[in-house]
């Protein structure tokens, strides 16, 4: 491989993760990778694993089997918080905020400011909410009203901005642009690129090539709860793209550059013949 | 009229329930030929609500986290017996009988065991995963069978006489000089509040009320406040307790000294103690804000790190505690403990909590809104009462306003909520 990523030692790298469902191998012996200021995307259609993967990395599940390794260490991600502990942040697909909560009671969650009695600091948390929302949004005004009074943007920016706040390292977005018209797509996408100079690894989930393609340095294609493989964006074109996300199999021009893990060509063959 | 109560940030609800509230006493002063509006009544309204009330400002939180708890009446009921029977057969047996400990003694080990009963139930809820609904509803028959079999059914009686004091009644008061000490300290307090809040955020440079309207706001609450203690003070002692009373204290019996006013009664005490607590603990402490989160988005606050499971188990004990505080009260006042003691009471809380403006759908709620609507609830009861309306009326009636008032609530919020506000 001549990747000069690989010079560094990848942030986080998940090794053969296995998960079922009541019978249903949701992940099947799926790695992937991700080195600092490096934009991966996980595509794949709904069902094929990629969110089930990214819910173990940030701790809403548990791997059946399998290692996740951050900082060339292995880890132990039980649980929100642990995910928390080695600097992964989420922001999740559902927009997990709390509705009746307003932008800075929900930046902050789990993490207030308090004050020397223990009381809770609104005034400081507000402070620095409007900071941080100013710098992604210089728009945002409604800091005292509940969320759910936020457009689908603006709650995108209270989510991306509760990640930043807190120093993540390696930053998980689920469908992050779905929620966004073009104009706050955009802004997502210059607030990508200033993330990765910052030399933070992110993972960008979708089951839609066109919102992450651009952004994304490497892709890693899941179907049926395999990897089908991983490529650098700059290696295929959209076609090759959506051949793996469709036909669960590497274009045939690429079949050297399947990454590690990731199930040959034949063998992904076999799983959509089963179909 | 409504922008100008949104440049004062007042809660539109709480404008809107103390109008009910206001019509509900002027109306029943009209029909009772002025009897509904005096020292006496309204002394005895805030002794009547205090069981209830208190109990509601738990409710609001458990409610808050899209809970529900039926076992509230009858948890009542089982720690009245227990304390009764603490401070009338246990203690005694250590200490003479009305020694100044006996109450407190018996108060603690009532809390103890009503957070131990919450947290029971806050277990079964938050790690056992079974709604809260089912848990409470097994709850009250198992805790008010329990409370039969403290004594096997005998009432609990005489009490000691301190611990009866918390139930409010003739001496259950602080007295004139005391009533407005507390009125002056609560003024203070609220003129410091309010300028603590605005010196904060223009310290940050926030935008902040208009000048005016902080100054009404601030008079208006201390306009309450000074109020309530008048009319609490206005109510004399009747002359015999007051000639008791002079003779005890060996003053000559005279007119003048015979105008003793009751003040402000302890179990009304005891419920602003508990909301001022409960109120400062939702709106500055992480245990109030993880409360709100977790009725807002349960996952979203499982996903922040919050342990919900354990934040459910306290929020059941503090339920516990506050049962306990108000078995105190409702047995103090009828200077005895019996096993069907809080029979109902679980409703009462519950429609005072919805009428008070909480979701049931969790996430929204205040305590003042609860306190008001026990106080909204006690006033048709006693109001009712007091014109001679059948008790099987009253109930009808009373059924009949809490779905008006969660309709109306519904609809008014609907209706005029600005959704871009």
């Not at chain 1, 949701?26 to 995307?41: C, K």
Request: with cysteine; glycine share 10%; charged share 15%.
């Amino acid at each position: 491989m001549t990747d000069p990523n690989m010079t560094k030692d990848p942030l986080v790298e998940m090794q053969d993760i296995h998960i079922s469902f009541g019978g249903v191998k949701a992940v099947d012996g799926v790695s992937i990778d991700l080195y600092p200021g490096e934009v991966v995307g996980v595509l794949g259609h709904n069902g094929a694993g990629k969110s089930t993967l990214i819910k173990i990395l940030s701790g809403a599940y548990q791997a059946d089997t399998g290692k996740i390794i951050v900082d060339g260490k292995e880890a132990k991600i039980e649980n929100a918080r642990d995910a928390r502990d080695n600097n992964i942040e989420t922001i999740y697909q559902n927009l997990a905020l709390a509705d009746n909560l307003d932008a800075a009671q929900n930046l902050f969650l789990g993490r207030e400011i308090t004050d020397k009695f223990g009381f809770l600091d609104d005034a400081a948390m507000e402070h620095k909410a409007r900071e941080v929302l100013h710098r992604l949004n210089p728009n945002f005004k409604k800091f005292t009203s509940p969320v759910s009074a936020l457009s689908g943007g603006q709650r995108q920016s209270v989510a991306i901005a509760r990640a930043l706040l807190f120093e993540a390292r390696v930053l998980i977005m689920d469908e992050p642009c779905a929620a966004l018209g073009v104009h706050e797509t955009k802004m997502v996408g210059e607030l990508i690129d200033q993330l990765k100079r910052d030399g933070l690894g992110i993972l960008l989930i979708s089951h839609d090539l066109h919102d992450v393609f651009d952004l994304s340095d490497r892709l890693h294609v899941m179907k049926n709860g395999k990897l089908v493989g991983s490529v650098r964006t700059e290696d295929v074109t959209h076609d090759d793209v959506l051949g793996m996300i469709i036909l669960g199999k590497m274009p045939e021009h690429l079949l050297h550059l399947a990454g590690p893990g990731a199930t040959n060509a034949t063998g992904a063959v076999n799983g959509t013949t089963h179909r | 009229m409504s922008r100008l109560l949104s440049k004062m940030e007042v809660d539109r609800r709480l404008v809107g329930l103390a109008v009910v509230l206001l019509i509900i006493w002027v109306g029943f002063d009209i029909a009772s030929g002025g009897r509904f509006i005096t020292p006496r009544n309204i002394f005895n309204l805030s002794v009547q609500t205090a069981s209830v009330a208190v109990m509601a400002c738990g409710m609001v939180l458990i409610i808050v986290t899209r809970h529900i708890d039926l076992s509230v009446g009858a948890v009542l009921g089982v720690l009245a017996m227990i304390m009764g029977v603490v401070q009338t057969d246990f203690l005694p047996q250590f200490l003479d009988y009305n020694h100044p400990l006996t109450w407190v003694l018996t108060l603690l080990v009532g809390i103890v065991v009503g957070a131990l009963i919450g947290s029971i139930q806050g277990v079964a809820v938050g790690y056992l995963g079974v709604p809260a609904f089912i848990v409470t509803l097994g709850g009250l028959l198992v805790w008010r069978g329990s409370a039969w079999w403290v004594t096997q059914g005998r009432t609990v009686a005489p009490l000691d006489q301190n611990y009866i004091l918390l139930g409010g009644g003739i001496e259950g008061t602080i007295g004139a000089t005391w009533s407005w000490i507390v009125a002056l300290i609560g003024i203070l307090a609220i003129i410091y509040a309010a300028i603590m809040e605005r010196r904060r955020r223009l310290s940050f440079e926030f935008p902040v009320k208009p000048i005016w309207a902080e100054y009404t706001n601030t008079i208006i609450k201390a306009g309450l406040v000074l109020i309530v203690v008048a009319t609490l003070n206005a109510y004399h002692l009747p002359t015999r307790a007051a000639e008791r009373l002079l003779e005890n204290k060996g003053i000559p019996v005279t007119p003048e000294n015979l105008e003793i006013a009751h003040g402000i009664p302890i179990p009304l005490l005891i419920v602003a103690l508990v909301a001022i607590i409960l109120t400062i603990a939702v709106k500055r402490s992480r245990f109030g804000r993880y409360v709100f989160a977790i009725g807002g988005n349960p996952q979203a606050a499982e996903l922040a790190g919050i342990n919900v499971k354990r934040m459910t188990v306290a929020v059941f004990a503090l339920m516990g505690v506050l049962c306990a505080i108000s078995a105190a009260i409702s047995s103090a006042r009828l200077q005895s403990a019996g096993n069907d003691l809080g029979t109902l009471d679980e409703l009462r809380v519950i429609a005072a909590v919805v009428i008070g403006g909480t979701s049931l759908a969790g996430g929204l709620g205040t305590i003042y809104g609860a306190l008001i609507g026990a106080l909204v609830m006690q006033s048709l009861q006693s109001g009712m009462a007091l014109l001679g309306v059948d008790t099987s009326l009253q109930s009808i009636v009373i059924g009949l306003v809490l779905v008006v008032a969660v309709f109306s609530d519904k609809y008014f919020h609907r209706r005029y909520s600005d959704p871009t506000a």
